[in-house]
């Protein structure tokens, strides 16, 4: 495992990301790659307090996180933020930056508040979107995302797409965004996952995947002719799969990833499969970028009860992703 520190992000300081980062780093401070928080260190030290921690140590160079992390959190300290959102954003931009001139080995991202975000002037739908925006000027050799992918509980699916009201999902829904979105995904799964002969399942939209154009005709109509073109690509894909009867765990033997059309059909299984230890990755970006797969909890912020399963998850599939892409 490599000793290049992985970056980690504040979030919405008012949320539990404080919080479940001083209690990730508890859990691995004995082994693993470390972290670096990049933050002011004003958000950390209440939390500090609460968990009986020690206060996190503010360094001066990325490098200096591997001989700091047995004893405390290490932190890049940020100038004080004008508001949540600002503190938020600055965190992002700053670890983005250090991924990408290789100072870290990745980025794990705690989460933030849409609301709070738009309220502030965000321009993006969410991490996702800005990220890939940061990386936008930067090369990258391969099939460029952003592609969200959501992984537990033995189960991977990729999103064609995410956030958007179902209505407008389906009428986005085109052959040419599902060839990307599944073409992005097996590319991802060779270089960072390590998966030599990438299986990806196409989901259908309708249930029983249209039942021979009886229930719908977008199976026929839109997944059929991008499933030609996948396998005309060489891909190994099968579908389009019943929603309904691919996710269990002998029909989860046949595929590598899941290519789910939206949010909910992707979510909802990894969710019920590992609520506590889902874990977010977007692929086909020039950096590594997992985060924890969900969200910023603000009812349960401050109070310590908190749970870190997820972000401990995200941390420890950022550095195994990390090492696969270094050796690649």
Not at 262 to 285: E, W
Not at 293 to 320: M, V, Y
């Amino acid at each position: 495992m490599t000793r290049i520190p992985l970056a980690l992000t504040l979030g919405d300081p008012n949320g539990v990301g404080p919080e479940i980062s001083l209690k990730a780093w508890r859990a691995l401070r004995g082994a693993g790659a470390p972290f670096v928080l990049f933050a002011d260190p004003a958000y950390l030290v209440p939390a500090a307090e609460r968990l009986g921690l020690p206060a996190p140590v503010a360094i001066e160079a990325h490098g200096e996180a591997a001989s700091v992390f047995a004893d405390a959190l290490p932190v890049i300290a940020l100038p004080p933020a004008d508001g949540a959102a600002e503190a938020a954003i600055a965190s992002i931009d700053a670890a983005v930056s250090a991924a990408l001139a290789g100072a870290v080995g990745g980025v794990v991202t705690n989460p933030i508040s849409k609301a709070v975000m738009y309220e502030a002037g965000f321009k993006f739908p969410g991490h996702t979107e800005y990220i890939a925006h940061l990386c936008a000027e930067t090369p990258f050799k391969g099939a460029r995302g952003p592609v969200m992918m959501l992984a537990g509980g033995g189960l991977r699916c990729a999103l064609v797409t995410v956030h958007q009201p179902l209505r407008a999902a389906i009428d986005s829904l085109t052959p040419d965004a599902v060839v990307r979105t599944a073409a992005v995904t097996a590319e991802a799964l060779a270089r960072d996952f390590a998966i030599a002969r990438p299986r990806l399942a196409i989901a259908g939209l309708n249930p029983h995947a249209g039942e021979g154009g009886a229930l719908g005709r977008e199976e026929i109509d839109m997944l059929l002719p991008a499933i030609a073109a996948l396998k005309d690509a060489g891909h190994a894909v099968i579908g389009p799969l019943p929603p309904d009867t691919m996710f269990h765990a002998e029909a989860r033997e046949h595929y590598d990833a899941a290519i789910c059309l939206y949010h909910d059909q992707g979510l909802i299984p990894v969710k019920t499969l590992d609520f506590h230890g889902g874990v977010n990755t977007t692929l086909g970006l020039p950096l590594v970028r997992t985060s924890p797969d969900h969200g910023t909890a603000f009812d349960i912020a401050g109070k310590g009860i908190a749970r870190p399963d997820s972000l401990i998850a995200a941390i420890r599939l950022a550095a195994g992703l990390a090492a696969n892409r270094a050796q690649a």
